[in-house]
C-alpha cells in the first residue's frame, strides 16, 4: 500500500522560519515533490527531490531521506502571502506511467 | 515555465446533465495527461492517467463510464462527467507533462456544481 502524511493545519509568525514534514511509505519511489496552493486555485511547483539531501531555492528549501520516507519544507522569511496549503507529492513508478499520489496538505496560517 | 489551460473554470449544472472539462497545454505537446479531483480541505486524488492515442487508465474505484476521458491529440485532452450528481460537485484539476516521469504541469482548474 502507500501512505503519505503531513500535519494537517500549522500556523507560524511573519518573519519567522516554518518546517513542514512529510513521512511516506510507497513502492517505486521516483522522486518527491512540494506544491503550494491557495484556495481555489491549482497546485504551483515548489521543489522536486530525488536524492538525498537539502535542495535550497530562495525563501523555499526541501530535504528528503530515503531510507527514512521522510522528507520537510523550510520556508524562511515567511511573508503574509505564504499562507496556503502545501501539498506533498510522491512520484512513483506505475507500470509505463509514473503517478504522483498526494499527501493530505498542510494548512499554514501565517499571523502578523 | 509550460503553460496548462482548463475550460470552463466554473460550471453549475443540473442533476442528470453532463458536463464536458477540456484540458490544453498550450506551449508544449504532453504526452501524458492527468485527471484529479479535490474535494473541500482534501487533497488531490487522481482520476485517471491519460496518454495521446490511447485510452485512459482510471485508479481504483473511479468509474470510467461515468468519467469519459478522451486524449485526441499532443495537446488536448478532455473530462466529460456524465449524467451528473450533486456527489460529483468538486474540483476537477489536469496536468500535463512532456513525458510520464517528468514534472506536471497544473491547469487552473475547473469548479464543477451540480444542483
Known amino acids: 500500500g502507500q501512505n503519505i502524511d503531513q500535519p494537517t493545519e500549522m500556523t507560524a509568525t511573519e518573519g519567522a522560519i516554518v518546517q513542514i514534514n512529510c513521512t511516506y511509505q510507497?513502492?517505486?519511489?521516483?522522486?518527491l515533490f512540494w506544491y503550494q496552493q491557495h484556495a481555489g486555485e491549482a497546485p504551483t511547483f515548489l521543489s522536486y527531490?530525488?536524492?538525498?539531501g537539502l535542495e535550497e531555492k530562495g525563501r523555499f528549501s526541501s530535504f528528503l531521506s530515503r531510507s527514512k520516507g521522510y522528507s520537510y519544507l523550510l520556508l524562511k522569511e515567511l511573508q503574509m502571502k505564504d499562507s496556503a496549503s502545501y501539498l506533498c507529492a510522491v512520484n512513483r513508478r506505475g507500470g509505463a506511467t509514473n503517478k504522483l499520489i498526494f499527501g493530505t496538505g498542510t494548512l499554514l496560517a501565517v499571523q502578523p | 515555465g509550460a503553460v496548462v489551460s482548463q475550460h470552463p473554470s466554473r460550471v453549475i449544472c443540473k442533476s442528470g446533465t453532463s458536463v464536458k472539462i477540456e484540458c490544453r497545454s498550450l506551449d508544449f505537446q504532453a504526452t501524458t495527461m492527468f485527471w484529479y479531483r479535490q474535494f473541500p480541505k482534501k487533497s488531490l486524488m487522481l482520476m485517471a492517467t491519460?496518454?495521446?492515442?490511447?485510452?485512459?487508465?482510471?485508479e481504483q474505484g473511479v468509474e470510467k463510464d461515468k468519467f469519459l476521458i478522451n486524449h485526441a491529440s499532443l495537446t488536448l485532452s478532455t473530462l466529460t462527467v456524465t449524467s451528473a450528481h450533486p456527489e460529483d460537485s468538486s474540483f476537477y484539476i489536469c496536468s500535463a507533462s512532456l513525458r510520464s516521469y517528468n514534472e506536471q504541469f497544473f491547469g487552473p482548474g475547473t469548479r464543477l456544481t451540480v444542483l
Open positions: 491519460s496518454n495521446e492515442g490511447s485510452k485512459a487508465t482510471y
Open positions: 527531490n530525488v536524492l538525498d
Open positions: 510507497t513502492s517505486g519511489f521516483n522522486g
